[in-house]
Nanobody, 116 residues
């Protein structure tokens, strides 16, 4: 499956963005759909996960501000980001993960820049 992210850009602190990740095929069979980010001078981190059973989880730094959701009919995963801060500046990557067989697909990444 190929993944294509969209919706990034430049926003002022306190603003909002919604990222979309469109898959070339069905996302129903993936065990988890994830959003990662890689900020300047930082390690890549897992930001949000939505599992096949639709349970969600977030890294502490975004919990309460970010919301991950999916629309299986549209093969799309979203990341709603609110109350953005400069620390959220990063390249955001969509990831589809299947445990068995081990499959991990990545998007090309999209830049999110938050100005102070």
């Amino acid at each position: 499956v190929q993944l294509v992210e969209s919706g990034g850009g430049l926003v002022q602190a306190g603003g909002s963005l919604r990222l979309s990740c469109i898959a070339s095929g069905s996302i129903r069979n993936f065990d988890a759909m994830n959003w990662y980010r890689h900020g300047p001078g930082k390690q890549r981190e897992l930001v949000a996960t939505i599992a096949k059973d639709r349970r969600t989880d977030y890294v502490d730094s975004v919990r309460g501000r970010f919301t991950i959701s999916s629309d299986n009919a549209k093969n799309t995963v979203y990341l709603e980001m609110n109350n953005l801060t400069p620390d959220d500046t990063a390249v955001y990557y969509c990831n589809a993960r299947q445990w068995w067989p081990d499959v991990s697909a990545w998007g090309q990444g999209i830049q999110v820049t938050v100005s102070s």
